[in-house]
């Protein structure tokens, strides 16, 4: 599976940013699609997931009611709406397919919260 990303970028604290994903080439059917980051010197870690069936949302602590994933079925398509930005949330920011063999990586898109 190939993952385009885009929407990264910089934004003050408070600020909102909304990335966008997009899979092809897939052989078999994607059941999740997420986001992930690492900061610098942090472990990467799950922000959030969705189920390409039902829609079942996954969001870490340190993100939830300031985020939120969708997914467009047809396009094959996962965003994150961010709002509410904190420095904390600066990061690369990497998208993720999962299907019933393997999951597959985006190449990462920078987020950046400072004034």
């Known amino acids: 599976v190939q993952l385009q990303a885009s929407g990264g970028g910089l934004v003050q604290p408070g600020g909102s940013l909304r990335l966008s994903c997009t899979a092809s080439g897939s052989d078999s059917r994607i059941n999740v699609m997420g986001w992930y980051r690492q900061a610098p010197g942090k472990q990467r870690e799950s922000v959030a997931t969705?189920?390409?069936?039902?829609?079942?949302?996954y969001y870490a602590d340190s993100v939830k009611g300031r985020f939120t994933i969708s997914r467009d079925i047809a396009k094959n398509s996962v965003d994150l709406q961010m709002n509410s930005l904190k420095p904390e949330d600066t990061a690369v920011y990497y998208c993720?397919?999962?299907?019933?063999?393997?999951?597959?990586w985006g190449q990462g898109t920078q987020v950046t919260v400072s004034s």
């Open positions: 993720t397919a999962t299907t019933r063999y393997t999951t597959s």
């Open positions: 969705i189920t390409t069936n039902h829609g079942s949302t």
